[in-house]
Nanobody, 124 residues
Framework: EVQLQASGGGLVQAGGSLRLSCAAFGLEHDDYVIGWFRQVPGKEREGIGCTGYGNTYYPDSVKGRFTISSDNAKNTVYLQMRYLEPEDTAVYFC???????????????????WGLGTLVTVSS
């Protein structure tokens, strides 16, 4: 069974940087794609980026500040966050799906595999 776990959250000052990790377990092949999402209580979940199938997508809210990279040997995907703002405060999740969900102009919500999130708090 595929399991994902996001980690690396914490408290950071506005303008600072933080790198989150998403470790994947139980993968049966090497072509899984990881998407990143975040959610604030009382608000809808927001897709914040993905890289896969030759596509890279970031919404305008994080474009130019957040970057996704991966280490296939470790089955780990990273979310490098720079120039963080208080509005970035949220619980961050990683997720994947058996089908395609990452496109050049959109990020669909995976339905197959989700894990517990990690809290990022940005102070002003």
């Amino acid at each position: 069974e595929v399991q994902l776990q996001a980690s690396g959250g914490g408290l950071v000052q506005a303008g600072g940087s933080l790198r989150l990790s998403c470790a994947a377990f139980g993968l049966e092949h090497d072509d899984y794609v990881i998407g990143w999402f975040r959610q604030v209580p009382g608000k809808e979940r927001e897709g914040i980026g993905c890289t896969g199938y030759g596509n890279t997508y970031y919404p305008d809210s994080v474009k130019g500040r957040f970057t996704i990279s991966s280490d296939n040997a470790k089955n780990t995907v990273y979310l490098q966050m720079r120039y963080l703002e208080p509005e970035d405060t949220a619980v961050y999740f990683c997720a994947t799906d058996e089908g395609p969900f990452c496109f050049v102009d959109s990020l669909l919500t995976p339905k197959d595999y989700w894990g517990l999130g990690t809290l990022v708090t940005v102070s002003s």
